[in-house]
């Protein structure tokens, strides 16, 4: 009898222990080299192991400065995370805005190959609005899992219509977009419908003056279609403000696009469907249903039922603070989300900067993983969250 009893008290223990570790620290503040990670983006490997990948800052938490790219390993689906190392470093300029994903779809690497896109920068984000600096997009490969890296690829002059005469004469283009910056996130690959393959990268630009109500950012995107040898612009989003777009397949290949409402005006999401694989936008509009207090979010295609795509996404759930994180389910292309999970939430649900950017990755046919940044940016988590 002891010893059954034993054995179901260590059962229960592991059992319970198992349940509870639902929040585990993969980067933490002022350790391992850096005073700061922000930018949290995770993806899946073909191997089954996971990649977290995020802004290691060296000095503080400023977005500019000594900012390095930083990758984190798991393979054990999350439990634990192996030694930090570092990808990219710029020495004492900005490595930053990371969109990783997995080509599955192309004939030369059948085992799959990660593209790790990136933006380079010179200056802090409001002096590039002014001018006064200059942001550039590149990526780097993997074909073994992460194990081992290309050398980095300069893509800015096929994605970002920079005008910059005097700085640098090779960009100068007749639109004048200034900031640059890639989803924060995952980027995607669409698996079906007339652009199966595609690799597509949502991302935001400024134009023209800086505008005080931060009306100079939109959001857009570019895409491969044949595996990274050429890039292409995808239009504009036309609502003004939208910026940190992530994005989606839905169910009949078409691409959901969510954003964030830089200018604060709705204190909610902005939406974007395309047809065309991202090319264009048939439609815009605001999500009322998705709540925001001006903060990044995610979102992923997680399955698919009855023609739709079950979709999930992650964001600060407030109009004032980021704070209340939450994930939530949709069954129907992301038209109405009847399933809703709290990832995260502060004890009076009211700090200011509790839980803040997050990004997804799916973990099976009902768990979701989410690495997300808490506790007024001390550190990046991974918690795994059972939504059925």
Excluded at 72 to 89: E, F, H, Q, Y
Excluded at 239 to 261: H, K, Q, V
Aim: proline share 5%; hydrophobic share 35%; glycine share 8%.
């Amino acid at each position: 009898m002891t010893r059954l009893f034993i054995s179901l008290l260590l059962a229960v223990c592991a059992l319970t222990i198992a349940h509870a570790q639902t929040k585990v620290p993969v980067f933490i503040s002022g350790e391992e080299g850096h005073s700061t990670y922000r930018i949290p983006s995770i993806i899946n490997l073909p191997n089954g192991d996971l990649l977290a990948i995020a802004e290691g800052r060296v000095h503080g938490e400023a977005d500019f400065g000594d900012v390095n790219l930083v990758m984190k390993r798991s393979t054990d689906r999350g439990r634990t995370w192996n030694a930090l190392r570092v990808l990219i470093d710029n020495v004492n300029l900005q490595a930053g805005n990371p969109a990783p994903v997995v080509d599955l779809l192309d004939p030369q690497y059948p085992q799959g190959r990660i593209f790790l896109f990136y933006n380079t920068g010179n200056n802090h984000e409001n002096e590039v609005r002014k001018g006064n600096g200059f942001r550039e997009a590149w990526y780097i490969t993997s074909h073994d899992n992460g194990m081992t890296w290309s050398d980095p690829v300069n893509i800015t002059k096929a994605v970002h219509r920079p005008k910059q005469p005097n700085a640098n004469p090779e960009y100068n283009f007749d639109e004048d977009w200034r900031s640059y910056a890639n989803t924060p996130g995952h980027a995607l690959q669409l698996t079906s419908g007339p652009y199966r393959g595609r690799i597509f990268v949502p991302a935001n630009h400024s134009a023209g003056e800086l505008h005080p109500e931060s009306k100079d950012f939109s959001s857009h995107g570019y895409y491969t279609d044949d595996h990274g040898r050429t890039f292409h612009l995808s239009n504009t989003v036309n609502i003004a403000g939208s910026n940190e777009a992530t994005a989606a397949e839905l169910g009949d290949g078409s691409l959901i696009m969510n954003m964030r409402n830089q200018s604060g005006d709705k204190k909610a999401r902005i939406v974007a469907i395309s047809s065309t694989g991202g090319a264009s936008w048939d439609t815009a509009y605001f999500d009322m249903n998705l709540p925001d207090p001006v903060c990044q979010g995610s979102i992923l295609t997680i399955g698919k039922r009855k023609g739709k795509s079950i979709l999930a996404f992650s964001n600060a759930a407030d109009e004032h603070n980021r704070d209340n994180l939450t994930l939530r389910i949709s069954f129907d292309d992301g038209k109405t989300w009847p399933v809703s999970k709290v990832v995260d939430r502060s004890p009076s649900g009211k700090e200011l900067d509790h839980a803040a950017y997050s990004d997804l990755v799916k973990m099976g046919k009902r768990k979701v993983g989410v690495l997300y940044e808490q506790g007024d940016y001390s550190r990046i988590l991974f918690s795994v969250i059972r939504w059925k």
